[in-house]
C-alpha cells in the first residue's frame, strides 16, 4: 500500500516537472540551444533529480530538447530550414488529419468550430494576444477533432507546438505588435472563416487547400520577420550579442542557414 503511494506520489511529479518545462520551452522562456543543467533545474522546479531525468528524457523524444554524449540536455536549436521542413510535414499531416475530420465529423464538431471561430473574432486588443494564442491552437486543434487515426492526431498536436515555439520565439524578437491578427498584408480572420466554411460544408480539397495556404502564409511571415530584424540590428548589437549570449546572438543562429 505505502509502495503504491510512493509510486503515485511519484510519477505525478514528474508529470508536473514535465508540464512545467515543456510550457517554458513553448513559450521561449529556455531558449533555444540554451544548457539545461539538471541540478540548477532541480532548484527551478523543485524537483528530484529522477523527475527532472525522466521529464528531460520525454522532451528528448517530443524533439524539444536534444543531449549529447558528456555535454548533457539542452534546448533544441532552431533554424529557417528546420522551420520550412517542419511546416511541408505539418502541412501533408493536416491535410490527412482534415480528410478523415471532415468524413466524421458531426452537427456537434460543425458547432465547436462555429463557436470556436467567433471567439477568435472577439478577441483583439495587445492585451489579449495569449488568449488569441491559446484559442488558435484549440481552433486548429477542433478542425481535425473528429479524424478517427490517433496517430495522426499525435503527430499534429506535437508538429503544431513545434510550430508555435517558432512562432513565440519571432514576437520575442521583434517589437512587433503581437497580435497575429492584425496584419495590414493578411486578413487571418477570414482564412478561419474560409476554412470553418469549407470544413462544415465537407469540401476536402478546398480545406486542404486553404490550411496549406494559411500555414505557408505564416511561416512565410515567420521566416521573413526573423530575417528583416536580424538584418537591422546593425553591428554594434550583434557585437553585444555575441559577448553577452543573449537574444542578439541567438537571432544570427536563426538565420545562419
Known amino acids: 500500500m505505502r509502495t503504491d ?6 510519477g505525478s511529479l514528474t508529470e508536473d516537472v514535465y508540464e512545467h518545462l515543456r510550457a517554458e520551452i513553448l513559450a521561449g522562456r529556455y531558449l533555444p ?3 539545461l543543467k539538471i541540478t540548477e533545474l532541480c532548484g527551478e522546479v523543485r524537483g528530484s533529480l529522477g523527475a527532472v531525468r525522466e521529464a528531460l528524457s520525454r522532451l528528448l523524444s517530443e524533439g ?3 543531449a549529447e ?3 548533457g540536455f539542452s534546448v533544441a536549436a532552431v ?6 521542413n517542419l511546416t511541408r510535414a505539418r502541412i501533408e499531416v493536416e491535410k490527412l488529419c482534415l480528410a478523415s475530420s471532415l468524413v466524421n465529423g458531426d452537427i456537434e464538431w460543425e458547432g465547436r468550430l462555429i463557436a470556436l471561430l467567433h471567439q477568435l473574432s472577439r ?4 492585451e489579449a494576444a495569449d488568449q488569441w494564442s491559446s484559442l488558435h491552437a484549440v481552433f486548429h486543434e477542433a478542425l481535425v477533432s473528429a479524424c478517427d487515426n ?4 499525435r503527430m499534429h498536436r506535437v508538429l503544431h507546438e513545434q510550430s508555435e515555439r517558432y512562432r513565440r520565439l519571432s514576437l520575442m524578437f521583434s ?4 497580435e497575429p491578427v492584425r496584419r495590414a498584408h493578411r486578413d487571418v480572420p477570414a482564412e478561419h472563416r474560409d476554412l470553418v466554411e469549407a470544413a462544415v460544408a465537407r469540401d476536402v480539397e478546398r480545406t486542404c487547400d486553404l490550411i496549406t495556404a494559411h500555414l505557408q502564409r505564416t511561416t512565410d511571415d515567420l521566416l521573413t520577420k526573423l530575417e528583416a530584424r536580424a538584418s537591422g540590428d546593425g553591428g554594434d548589437k550583434r557585437r553585444r550579442g555575441h559577448e553577452g549570449g543573449g537574444k542578439y546572438a541567438l537571432r544570427e543562429r536563426l538565420t545562419s542557414n
Do not use: H, M, T
Not at 478577441?123 to 495587445?126: A, E, P, R, S, T
Open 123 to 126: 478577441c483583439n486588443g495587445i
Open 175 to 178: 517589437g512587433d505588435d503581437p
Open 69 to 71: 554524449a558528456y555535454k
Open 64 to 66: 524539444l530538447v536534444e
Open 79 to 84: 533554424s529557417p530550414l528546420d522551420l520550412v
Open 150 to 153: 490517433s496517430w495522426l492526431l
Open 33 to 35: 540551444e540554451q544548457k
Open 5 to 10: 503511494q510512493v509510486e503515485l506520489g511519484r
